[in-house]
């Protein structure tokens, strides 16, 4: 093989030297961004946020909070950590009996039947 490809074998997007990870705080922060950007109607007519509105809106108001800047590809493995994330929580809802959903506390619930959970 030529020198051209030795050394490169990082997947796209994988410098893992300069990745610093998400906090809790980071992530929240995140989310709340994303909320506010959604009940403001920065939505595409498919529903989804853009690129764009991500770029001019979303990264700068969460970086101007958050100790380390975080790109664009920071933003998408959130979002896929997202999703992760909300499909545990809703096969655990769907699938187990006992589990539901409090809409007034917003909160996942446990129903107990005879003094034992279920």
Do not use: C
Not at 32 to 48: C, P
């Amino acid at each position: 093989m030529g020198d051209s490809q030795q050394g490169n074998n990082k997947g796209k997007g994988k410098e893992k030297e300069n990745y610093e990870s998400w906090t809790m705080d980071d992530t929240n922060e995140l989310l709340h961004l994303l909320v506010d950007a959604i009940n403001s109607g920065l939505r595409d007519v498919n529903g989804s946020l853009s690129k764009k509105n991500v770029k001019r809106v979303i990264l700068p108001r969460l970086n101007a909070k958050i100790t380390f800047p975080k790109t664009y590809n920071h933003y998408l493995s959130r979002m896929k950590w997202f999703k992760k994330q909300y499909n545990k929580m809703s096969t655990l809802i769907r699938n187990n009996s006992g589990f539901g959903w409090d809409p007034i506390a917003k909160t996942l619930r446990l129903v107990m039947k005879y003094g034992k959970i279920t």
